[in-house]
């Protein structure tokens, strides 16, 4: 079975802390039918995301096979293999937003951080969504950072919005 140093040896995020973590996951739930989701989901709550070498590491402590782990992980849009940043920017592509010109601020926000949609900045400082209808059109356009709400949002208004969150 692979060793807690040979993992966080390949990957940093995956320490000894977290490992402990995981290993505690597992113990919790490997005699139980259906244990993997619980154990995968567990497991990306600790770690954030799910990279192959967290998989390998499952695969091995259940007995499942890594090719029925990645399945999983690849079809279910909750999972996820890669890292979150620290903070993550949700949006809002509903209508009002829309209207109000969110498709620029988000061209802003993609030019700006060097990411598209889904991914995550190389410093791990911001990862990027677009979600529907955040139920705050009144104050359309509309980014939600961490959990604070920002409307009337601009392209020329995001850098100094994003200077709040390092
Ligand atoms: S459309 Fe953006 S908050 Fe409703």
Redesign the pocket.
């Known amino acids: 079975m692979s060793t807690v140093n040979d993992i966080s040896s390949v990957n940093p995020d995956l320490n000894s802390e977290v490992m402990s973590k995981v290993d505690d996951i597992i113990e919790h739930y490997k005699n139980m039918p259906g244990c993997l989701i619980p154990v995968l989901e567990d497991s990306q709550r600790v770690v954030g995301y799910l990279p192959v070498e967290l998989q390998e590491y499952i695969s091995e402590a259940i007995n499942i096979p890594e090719s029925t782990i990645y399945g999983v992980v690849t079809f279910y849009s909750y999972f996820t293999m890669i890292p979150k940043g620290r903070h993550t920017i949700k949006v ?7 209207v109000k010109g ?1 498709g620029e601020v988000l061209n802003r926000l993609e030019s700006q951080l060097k990411l598209k949609v889904g991914g995550t900045t190389d410093d791990r400082r911001f990862s990027l969504e677009a979600v529907r ?5 009144g ?4 980014v939600v950072i961490d959990s604070d709400t920002h409307g009337g949002v601009s392209p020329d208004k995001l850098e100094n919005i994003l200077s709040q969150y390092q």
Do not use: H, K, N
């Open positions: 809002c592509m509903g209508t009002a937003c829309y969110i209808c955040l139920g705050a059109c104050l359309a356009p509309v």
